[in-house]
């Protein structure tokens, strides 16, 4: 448009040789017609062309293992093929999530019926889940995330994501101490910076009143706590296993002294002369089956934590506060756990920090009595 309305002012400005001979083309009327006629469908069409082929703009980052990522420079669907990120997103930002990894078959009055619609497609085979390409292809979200250095899935569903052409964003929960920093650094990555930060700032908050309280228990007050992880009670989990992380952040002693070999590993089988031997201080549970029925048994019946009564299962709405999976829910665990095991050196009102738990990750307001419900894992009817 420019260069012929500048073609045309070239003529229209030659020198006054041509003794007041102007081109008809110099007359204003004339020009703004030659515009309008020649230039302006040209104009037109190249707006139309740029308003069909958006440019797409893209950013490189660097994820939570230091690995560079190309994304895109708007994100507004993503899937976690980590069971355990796929809750953290929707206390972040469940709008953005574009698909499940399983479908939610109980404790559903704690999710929107938005996230209740959402396909589940599957995600990380080791957390016994499936992906399914397919579906995935369907949904196509702006980037994955994933949990851990070898992110999670088989390098089949790996190959597939990279054709998709869909990028890996990994995010570090190795340790519930890193949850502050994964809702940070998704918080950033997500334009959910204040959201992050106040569920950030709690777990912090929480982390260091434990560790406080911790550090002023007495090497000798420490208490052994035994993890059993099935009904009979006889998979346990090795002392630097996250299926137990509960027990050291809480001052408790794991005596399973069997090392993990990697992240998705530490749970061990023993036999019950192993439990008498280690006769621990606490038993947790994560199975109501245990502490209702096995361990009533004439066998347990010597052990130092039956006789004394200290038999704690741990609340799983609305899943597991500890592990299966683990999740975020492990820093309220890791506060009820603390509680238990050293209520003189932790002093808290557990019933109402639940609530205020709930309220401030789920967005649901529990009665009193329904927190009792949730702490002594009975079923809530909603």
Not at 124 to 139: A, P
Request: hydrophobic share 45%; net charge positive; aromatic share 10%.
């Amino acid at each position: 448009m420019y260069a012929i309305k500048y073609s045309i002012k070239a003529i229209c400005d030659r020198p006054k040789c041509l003794q007041g001979r102007q081109p008809a083309a110099c007359n204003g009327g004339i020009l703004k017609k030659i515009i309008l006629i020649f230039v302006l469908p040209v104009f037109i069409c190249l707006s139309s062309l740029a308003v069909l082929s958006p440019q797409v703009s893209t950013k490189e980052i660097a994820d939570m293992y230091g690995s560079k990522v190309t994304i895109p420079g708007k994100i507004t669907k993503v899937f976690s093929v980590s069971v355990s990120l796929t809750p953290l997103m929707y206390t972040l930002a469940p709008d953005l999530l574009a698909a499940l990894n399983r479908e939610v078959k109980s404790a559903k009055f704690f999710y929107s019926k938005e996230y209740l619609a959402l396909p589940a497609i599957g995600g990380s085979s080791s957390s016994g889940t499936i992906l399914n390409q397919e579906v995935l292809l369907n949904v196509k979200p702006d980037i994955i995330i994933a949990w851990g250095n070898d992110m999670g899935f088989d390098q089949k569903a790996r190959d597939a994501i990279k054709s998709m052409g869909i990028p890996v964003v990994r995010i570090n929960i190795d340790s519930m101490q890193n949850y502050p920093a994964a809702y940070t650094f998704l918080g950033k990555l997500l334009g959910r910076e204040k959201r992050a930060a106040e569920l950030a700032a709690y777990i912090s908050d929480a982390l260091a009143r434990v560790g406080k309280a911790v550090a002023s228990i007495p090497a000798g007050k420490r208490l052994t706590v035994y993890y059993a992880g099935t009904d009979d009670g006889l998979n346990t989990a090795c002392v630097d296993s996250w299926h137990a992380e509960l027990i050291p952040f809480a001052g408790g002693i794991n005596p399973v002294r069997c090392v993990v070999g990697g992240h998705f590993t530490g749970i061990e089988r023993i036999n019950f002369e192993q439990v008498m031997l280690m006769d621990p201080d606490v038993i947790l549970s994560i199975r109501k089956a245990f502490s209702e029925t096995e361990i009533k048994k004439k066998k347990w019946l010597g052990i130092k934590a039956v006789k004394t009564g200290r038999i704690y299962t741990i609340p799983e709405l609305p899943s597991n506060w500890s592990t299966g999976p683990p999740s975020f829910l492990g820093i309220m665990g890791l506060q009820w756990l603390a509680a238990n095991l050293y209520p003189e050196y932790f002093k808290i009102d557990i019933e109402k920090e639940t609530a205020k738990f709930m309220k401030l990750f789920y967005g649901i307001d529990f009665t009193p009595a329904e927190v009792k419900d949730i702490l002594n894992c009975r079923n809530i009817a909603r």
